[in-house]
């Protein structure tokens, strides 16, 4: 197991997958139709699930692939074909200087966050958990350690919160007569 | 080990492409897939500064938030399938009912 988490710890594999993250997300945001913008979403997301490898936290990597690539994104692409979007794909969208402006700010964000971590900050206290201590108990009992002690309100809250998301969307999406 | 600046310049550009997204589409179901991007360029934030600072927290609260990511999505697309049947288009330029 060591052996092929420091595999995926090697320079190389980080800036393959990020630049093929980037074009994939970018070619989500840019295509018209929105079944090729979930396919590119869902390859955006396997690629973090590679980088969340490279940082050695290997739950985030697999509830990364089983929640998101296989819950959420089902979710979305069942919706599109529910709603048989595939005819008015070509919605009409913003075009003319609106659209650049939009572009514009999108990269004052960028350079924004930039400058951001261009500023010194000083690196907090390090935490009780060093890479060797969790490969020695394992990255999901790490986790769980946490998860069911210190955090473990938030935890019992994400449930109610679930449970909640479940009713709403079954009240608002219920077909009533009007 | 690649080096903490890289992957913040890499969530950079991820969560800037999904402002972008948000601001410049018009379909409703690709606005939320452009959020989603933006959520996950936050979590890949948080799990980075986990690995970098040897703690825990970042990896419990990227757990915390793929569940209110998913149940934001339930209801959010619940929401798209009500104002479908109702309005017959998901651009989001028609929905303008608040606007009084």
Redesign the interface.
């Known amino acids: 197991m060591e052996t092929v988490l420091q595999y995926f710890s090697i320079n190389p594999v980080f800036y393959i997958f990020a630049t093929l993250a980037v074009i994939f997300a970018l070619m989500m945001v840019t295509s018209e139709n929105p079944v090729y913008s979930a396919i590119f979403l869902v390859l955006t997301f396997f690629c973090l699930s590679v980088i969340y490898l490279t940082l050695e936290a290997e739950f985030v990597a697999v509830i990364q692939v089983l929640v998101y690539t296989g819950a959420i994104m089902v979710l979305f692409v069942f919706v599109i074909m529910l709603l048989n979007l595939g005819r008015d794909a070509q919605l009409t969208e913003y075009a003319g200087p609106m659209k650049y402006l939009s572009i514009l700010l999108g990269f004052a964000i960028l350079i924004q966050i930039g400058l951001a971590t261009k500023v010194t900050f000083s690196i907090g206290a390090k935490g009780a958990y060093p890479i060797e201590r969790v490969n020695e108990m394992g990255n999901t009992e790490a986790i769980a350690r946490e998860l069911f002690s210190q955090y473990l309100y938030p935890f019992e809250i994400a449930s109610i919160l679930l449970l909640l998301g479940m009713i709403g969307a079954i009240v608002i999406s219920k077909k009533r007569p009007d | 080990?690649?080096p903490l600046?890289?992957?913040?310049?890499?969530t950079?550009?991820?969560?800037?492409?999904?402002?972008?997204?948000v601001?410049?589409?018009?379909?409703a179901?690709?606005i939320?897939?452009?959020i989603?991007?933006m959520l996950?360029s936050v979590?890949?934030t948080m799990?980075?500064f986990?690995?970098?600072?040897?703690?825990?927290?970042g990896?419990?609260a990227?757990?915390?938030v793929?569940?209110?990511?998913?149940?934001?999505?339930?209801?959010g697309?619940?929401?798209?399938?009500?104002i479908?049947?109702k309005k017959d288009?998901?651009?989001v330029?028609e929905m303008h009912i608040m606007q009084g």
């Open positions: 080990m690649v600046p890289h992957y913040l310049i890499f950079a550009i991820l969560f800037t492409l999904g402002v972008i997204g601001l410049t589409r018009r379909n179901i690709i939320f897939m452009s989603e991007l996950n979590n890949l799990v980075t986990a690995r970098f600072l040897d703690s825990m927290d990896q419990v990227v757990f915390l793929m569940t209110v990511a998913a149940a934001e999505v339930a209801v697309l619940a929401l798209i399938v009500a479908y049947r288009t998901i651009n330029d």
